[in-house]
């Protein structure tokens, strides 16, 4: 299985830019496409999709999100942080099956 | 708008069965393809469950920790889709989301609020 590897907590003060990374443990790209993909969950909700195909933004996210990426590393963006974005961020690739997901990265406050 | 509410859910013993249903609405629900998908509490998220539309002949596909024990189906006249869980272990103890996956790319990009599952003797 593909392993995606997330650093657990990332602490940021609102305002300022939040940059999320996401490794995965072999390519998660077949050419020009980039098969990874970011969710944002808040305690007590289901995940959203906020980014696919490692820099598209989903539809009614805000432009303050973005991602980029290709092969093994990726990174979610968020700029500039507010307080509505404090919640956890799930990258997850379907290069291959199982389409695994990274641990997650809780954003907090500084 | 696109909705997916999950039912069935609750707490149950070691070794029983439990069937979860997911009633979705506000798209077109014969050509998707539904996931299951599972978060243990305070953990991450694991992919559990995808069955592919009549074109792709209701494929399925499942992560290999519920492979033989779980089975995913659907109705498409009802526009529901099922996790039949067998043989439940502790270890199965979450709450189940389902998923609209894309075709091609398969992210999800609709979920359902979530139904708990507690397996505990």
């Known amino acids: 299985d593909i392993v995606l590897t997330q650093s657990p907590v990332l602490a940021v003060s609102l305002g300022q830019r939040a940059t999320i990374s996401c490794r995965a443990s072999q390519s998660v790209s077949i050419s020009s496409i980039n098969l990874m993909h970011w969710y944002q969950q808040k305690p007590g909700q289901q995940p959203k999709l906020l980014i696919y195909r490692a820099s598209n933004l989903a539809s009614g996210i805000p432009a303050r999100f973005s991602g980029s990426g290709s092969g093994t590393d990726f990174t979610l963006t968020i700029d500039p942080v507010q307080a509505d974005d404090i919640a956890a961020y799930y990258c997850?690739?379907?290069?291959?099956?199982?389409?695994?997901f990274g641990a997650g990265t809780k954003l907090e406050l500084k | 708008e696109v909705q997916l509410v999950e039912t069935g859910g609750g707490l149950v013993r070691p070794g029983s069965s439990l069937k979860l249903s997911c009633a979705t609405s506000?798209?077109?629900?014969?050509?998707?393809?539904m996931n299951w998908v599972r978060q243990a509490p305070g953990k991450g998220l694991e992919w559990v469950a995808l069955?592919?539309?009549?074109?792709?002949?209701?494929?399925?596909n499942y992560a290999e920790s519920v492979k033989g024990r779980f089975t995913i189906s659907r109705d498409d006249s009802k526009s529901r889709v099922y996790l039949q869980m067998n043989t439940l272990r502790d270890q199965d103890t979450a709450t189940y989301y389902c998923?609209?996956?894309?075709?091609?790319?398969?992210?999800?990009?609709?979920w359902g609020q979530g139904v708990m599952v507690t397996v505990s003797s």
């Open positions: 506000g798209f077109t629900f014969s050509n998707t393809w």
């Open positions: 069955i592919k539309d009549k074109y792709s002949n209701y494929e399925a």
């Open positions: 997850q690739q379907s290069r291959e099956s199982p389409h695994t």
């Open positions: 998923t609209r996956g894309h075709r091609y790319n398969h992210y999800f990009d609709y």
